[in-house]
């Protein structure tokens, strides 16, 4: 335990990084390695969700399959040769032609040792049977998002406690076995939806296409898959997996997209033995003959392998993008601060550092404010100052001219000057009587030369 | 022939056997069209019943290569020989039919091909002088191809249906019919014959009151089993050493020409061995004389409005159209 308080000096420093690298072994049997069992008790107990969505035109099959994979009558099978029995009664109620694309819900609680399965089959009749089909894939996408609306709805809900959980796991599509790649109709669907559900390919009514036929059917549909950037399920191996695991995912990945033959009766084989299968006069197609079709590939992967990796995909990657562009949509702004980890001692520092430059920087702004206003103050001063000193310069002339009046009227008059009243600046004394006119003049020119020098 | 050579003997029943000369000499024309949507099989079923690569199909074969936004019509026309008897024979292949979102309308270009080659028949036979004999192009056969599995028959279908029937001889088929088994393909049959009844639909063969009791018969097995479920094959597969055209699937061989298998066998006889001439004939008596009729009662129409309104002085110097020497100009659109 001396490796574990050593550490907890850097915890702090590098933020929760500890343990990065090579994983300690240790000297003996802790225990903690029956976390997953734990897990898996839990989430039996629990049960688990599984909605799945099947697309296609009508008579592809589609009914068949479902049955098939759950091994019971999920659907009831309409218009079957077996029931004999055709939909409605005669020709009149069968030629009722498909108002839109409807869907249809169907939900069954399976148990199978114990592990409880809520499967919910999601069926989309009427899709691609119209003339026009330009918006048939319209009611599925908002059938998804709508699932999707739920959730988040139930996410933000102050008490979430019970949330349930019917978003679309997978979407099966189902394709017209042309030979001669994907149909517009088909484009079109794949290209609205692949970002909003795991899309899961599926050739059906198989049986019509030979080996080779089928080989290049598949490269052509994914051909086609490629060029239009339309984005399908696939299993991928992660580093966590055993060797005999990840050859597996790539076996099943190879067989995408799956080209399937379902069957809900059994016939029998040459040899006598009773077989899933289709019966024809030329010979029998066994459903679980992996040289047949691709049936058991689909099932391993869809129940057996990957179920929990499409209900991941869909919680993290779909749900999570749907959730993104809707709140952006929203108004919502991202605020990045809250990605950063919580460290208090960096933090008490970080509010310290802020603190500090806020104070720097109050201080700077007060001195800023004094100098400003000492500035202002100075200058208010100096005006006043000018102020002054030009209405004292304006009353000393003022004074002047008045004094000089006095002086001329004086003068004029003959009064001797009155004494210490003249102006320090008079050079020549008036203290003559009869001042010569023009002498006076020339005087008090003088006098006013001198004064102004 | 090899009849008594007695007093009685007039030797008009050598009648056939100078129609056979003139028919090797001459030879004669066919015309088929193909609708269906691509990837049907239509192609290669053309191929399996002349035994002989005909037509290429027309379906998309590299993802680069753009979904067709409108039908086509592509005509193939080659001279096919058999005992001495030469067939002129066009294939007319529509791909684009169907393959859109939205298809209203695909069928239009067919239609007004089928009418443009009844117009064309028209303006040569109007003609003063006309060629002896008038090059027929005119559609004889039409083999319009179901979806296999579907619950009947589909909105485009009836739409369809409906006006093909109206210009040509419809023989309904499911080409690629391996992928349903016997039962499914009788509930099938049912299913489509009764929404046809229902949409009152008429496919070839007609029944005619001048049919003969053997006629008749053969007439009424031919109806049972429409729409021909068939199977096409252009290779040659080894069963058991011998060979036989057919599809190797994993869990059996199909061999076309085996009757429990498909109905290749009695679509073939049909078309070519037992109702060849027949298809011929109807189309000029009843298709063509149909549209004949409605033409020159339109020109007779326009006439008479154009006379009325020269009368009327509205037109001063209006022109009574001659019969026409062009292909007439007749309105798909409105008519479709």
């Not at chain 1, 099966?172 to 790649?181: A, C, D, E, S």
């Not at chain 2, 193909?34 to 191929?47: A, D, R, Y």
Request: aromatic letters at 6%; proline letters at 4%.
């Amino acid at each position: 335990m001396r490796a574990v308080t050593s550490k907890q000096q850097d915890v702090a420093g590098s933020g929760g990084t500890g343990g990065a690298g090579a994983a300690r072994k240790l000297n003996g049997y802790v225990g903690f390695s029956n976390y997953p069992n734990q897990q898996h008790r839990r989430s039996i107990k629990r049960g688990f969700n599984f909605t799945m969505m099947v697309v296609g035109e009508s008579g592809l099959g589609k009914t068949t399959l479902i049955n098939t994979l759950f091994e019971s009558k999920v659907y009831p099978a309409s218009d079957s040769a077996g029931d004999g029995s055709p939909r409605g009664t005669g020709a009149a109620a069968a030629v009722v032609p498909p108002a839109g694309v409807d869907i249809t819900s169907v939900s069954a609680d399976i148990v199978e040792s114990g592990v409880k399965l809520r499967l919910s089959v999601v069926d989309a009749p009427g899709f691609g049977d119209a003339i026009n089909n330009d918006e048939a894939w319209r009611p599925i996408l908002e059938n998804i998002e709508s699932r999707f609306d739920a959730y988040l709805a139930q996410e933000n809900r102050v008490n979430r406690s019970k949330i349930s959980d019917n978003r679309v796991n997978a979407l099966l599509y189902f394709i017209k076995p042309t030979g001669h790649g994907l149909r517009a109709i088909d484009i079109e669907f794949m290209k609205n939806l692949h970002t909003r559900v795991n899309l899961v390919p599926i050739i059906a009514r198989a049986d019509t296409l030979a080996p080779r036929e089928v080989e290049l059917f598949k490269a052509k549909v994914l051909a086609d898959i490629n060029y239009h950037g339309i984005q399908i399920f696939k299993p991928v191996s992660d580093q966590f997996d055993d060797p005999e695991t990840v050859a597996d995912n790539r076996a099943i990945a190879a067989k995408i997209p799956f080209a399937v033959v379902g069957s809900d009766r059994f016939v029998d084989r040459a040899d006598g033995a009773k077989v899933r299968g289709r019966s024809y006069p030329w010979g029998v197609i066994e459903v679980e003959n992996e040289d047949h079709n691709d049936f058991v590939a689909l099932r391993q992967m869809l129940l057996r392998t990957h179920t929990e990796e499409l209900r991941d995909e869909t919680d993290v990657a779909l749900y999570e993008s749907y959730r993104t562009q809707k709140l952006l949509a929203l108004g919502h702004v991202q605020d990045g601060s809250v990605f950063r980890e919580f460290n208090p001692r960096a933090r008490h520092e970080e509010e310290e550092r802020l603190h500090a430059a806020k104070m720097h920087k109050l201080e700077t702004e007060m001195a800023a404010v004094f100098k400003q206003k000492v500035q202002e103050k100075e200058d208010k001063l100096k005006k006043s100052e000018e102020e002054l000193h030009s209405r004292h310069k304006q009353m000393k002339t003022v004074l002047e001219k008045q004094r000089r009046d006095l002086e001329d009227k004086r003068s004029r008059l003959g009064l001797p000057d009155a004494v210490g009243t003249a102006p320090a600046a008079s050079a020549g004394t008036v203290g003559v009587s009869f001042v010569d006119p023009a002498q006076r003049n020339a005087v008090s020119k003088d006098k006013k030369k001198n004064r102004f020098f | 022939m090899t009849a008594p050579e007695g007093q009685d003997y007039v030797g008009f029943d050598t009648i056939t056997q100078q129609m056979e000369r003139k028919f090797l000499k001459r030879g004669f024309n066919l015309n088929v069209i193909l609708v269906g949507e691509s990837g049907m099989g239509k192609s290669t079923l053309v191929n399996s019943i002349f035994t002989t690569h005909l037509v290429d199909s027309q379906g998309r074969r590299t993802a680069q290569e753009v979904i067709r936004k409108t039908t086509e019509i592509s005509p193939v026309t080659q001279t096919l020989e058999e005992n001495g008897v030469r067939v002129r024979l066009t294939i007319i292949d529509t791909p684009g039919f169907g393959d859109q979102c939205n298809n209203e309308g695909c069928w239009v270009p067919v239609i007004k091909y089928i009418k443009d080659q009844h117009a064309a028949y028209l303006a040569r036979e109007l003609k003063p002088f006309r060629d002896r004999i008038i090059n027929d192009t005119r559609v004889h056969a039409c083999l319009y191809f179901l979806n296999p599995g579907s619950r009947g028959l589909r909105p485009l279908d009836v739409e369809v249906l409906k006006r093909l029937t109206e210009v040509t001889n419809v023989i309904p088929v499911i080409a690629k019919s391996d992928s349903m088994t016997s039962d499914e393909r009788t509930l099938f049959k049912r299913r489509v014959k009764e929404e046809m009844a229902f949409h009152r639909i008429s496919t070839y063969p007609y029944t005619s009151d001048d049919d003969d009791e053997e006629d008749r018969m053969l007439n009424a097995s031919i109806r049972d089993l429409i729409p021909f479920a068939v199977v096409g094959s252009e290779e040659t597969i080894d069963v058991d050493g011998t060979s036989v055209r057919g599809r190797r699937h994993g869990w059996g061989v199909i061999n076309i020409f085996d009757e429990s298998h498909c109905d290749f066998v009695h679509l073939r006889n049909f078309m070519l061995r037992t109702h060849l001439s027949d298809l011929v004939e109807v189309t000029a008596q009843r298709h063509y004389e149909q549209f004949r009729t409605s033409q020159l009662r339109q020109i007779k129409e326009l006439r008479d409005q154009q006379s009325a309104a020269a009368a009327a002085g509205v037109l001063p110097g209006a022109v009574v159209p001659q019969p026409p020497t062009a292909p007439l100009p007749h309105q798909p659109v409105a008519q479709v």
